[in-house]
């Protein structure tokens, strides 16, 4: 009897603690959880949960951005608060373009998309399945646990299959259901309206900003600076300094940062015999395809010259040597961005960067990559 007794306690206790875990409208598969590769996103809220309308399966872009989950993909979604539009790219020369003010879609060359983002309170949802089918370099899948559904996207670096990897997280699992209970999430039974009949509240606010690092002495302790927060820069090199230095060129794109090429000419023709020659050194160092270049030496007339030539044009608006701190320069920037940050990699420039990087913090500023889709909007 009393053995019977420790049983029946137990099952109770195991009951009232599956309960905690299960959403009082019914099962916890009206739940969907969230992974990249062999990640699992714990921070599951009801603004940013997975959901199908109309059959289309939606996730939250920040799925896809390596700035929010700190793994590259191959593929990246970029957000601009400004322009209100989300760029989903390889960082080569395939992308999309989400427009949620027009409620559009393009290609970046231009071409009009049939496919559109979805808006929910201050998240932009995107079409999972259809960017799998566009890219062709990442996949999403959907498998059912005993915490709800696991939308999962993967690359080629994934090391778990679905199953195991299931199994290896399944505290994770639990800790994101949890977290999303916590926070008064109740699941999917209704669809959201697509964005073009949904009142849609204002995105976080904050200075809109891209950063970039003139190549110099400090480059590689500014590149862990900015990896150790999660983020990624641009890299300027003047062509001649692309030489001999293989192994930093490498590093650099294999961490995911973008790679240009800091142009000195005087006018158009020079800068592009420049570039040139830096995409040539570029590409056999590293097998990189340069597409972004800075030339302040050119009027608008010259880089316009250079980007008919096909390249996406770095103009900074704030340098670093301009202010006498990183908390300086932060609060100079223009509230209504965007703001191009350009620092160079020289003596003493990581404190000037750490600086930097903690007033971006403290403000809020959001903070987005300079690959050449972006810069070409």
């Known amino acids: 009897?009393?053995?019977?007794?420790?049983?029946?306690?137990?099952?109770?206790?195991?009951a009232l603690l599956l309960g905690l875990l299960v959403p009082a409208f019914g099962s916890a598969e009206q739940v969907n959880l969230m992974a990249v590769n062999d990640t699992v996103l714990v921070e599951?809220?009801?603004?940013?949960?997975?959901?199908?309308?109309g059959g289309v399966l939606y996730v939250p872009y920040t799925m896809l951005s390596n700035q929010a989950t700190g793994i590259n993909l191959g593929v990246t979604a970029m957000y601009s608060t400004t322009q209100r539009t989300v760029v989903v790219t390889d960082g080569r020369q395939r992308g999309a373009i989400f427009d949620t003010q027009s409620n559009t879609a393009q290609e970046l060359d231009g071409n009009p998309l049939s496919v559109r983002a979805m808006v929910r309170n201050s998240m932009i949802f995107l079409p999972i399945d259809w960017l799998c089918e566009y890219f062709g370099t990442i996949s999403c899948t959907r498998t059912q646990t005993d915490y709800g559904t696991l939308i999962r996207v993967t690359n080629a670096a994934a090391t778990l299959n679905d199953r195991n990897f299931v199994s290896a997280a399944d505290s994770l699992l639990a800790s994101s259901l949890r977290r999303y209970l916590d926070s008064g999430g109740q699941g999917v039974d209704a669809d959201p309206t697509p964005s073009g009949g949904a009142a849609s509240s204002e995105p976080p606010s904050g200075t809109e900003l891209a950063l970039a690092c003139r190549w110099g002495g400090e480059a590689e302790a500014c590149a862990q600076l900015i990896e150790g927060r999660e983020r990624r820069a641009l890299f300027l090199f003047a062509p001649e300094e692309i030489e001999g230095q293989d192994g930093l060129v490498r590093r650099l794109a294999g961490a995911g940062h973008t790679i240009g090429l800091a142009l000195s000419g005087e006018d158009a023709e020079d800068c592009l015999a420049q570039a040139e020659?830096?995409?040539r050194l570029l590409a056999a160092a590293a097998r990189y395809p340069a597409l972004v270049v800075s030339a302040p030496g050119l009027d608008e007339a010259g880089r316009e010259a250079l980007r008919e030539a096909g390249y996406a044009v770095w103009a900074a608006t704030a340098r670093g040597e301009d202010f006498s701190s990183g908390s300086a320069l932060v609060r100079g920037l223009d509230a209504q961005g965007p703001n191009l940050v350009e620092l160079v990699c020289g003596?003493?420039?990581?404190?000037?960067?750490r600086g930097t990087l903690n007033a971006m913090e403290e403000e809020n500023c959001r903070v987005y990559q300079a690959t050449a889709p972006a810069l070409a909007q």
């Open 277 to 279: 020659e830096g995409r």
């Open 1 to 14: 009897m009393r053995r019977w007794k420790k049983w029946l306690t137990a099952a109770v206790c195991a």
């Open 347 to 353: 003596e003493n420039s990581a404190a000037f960067l």
């Open 44 to 53: 599951l809220t009801t603004e940013n949960m997975p959901r199908t309308v």
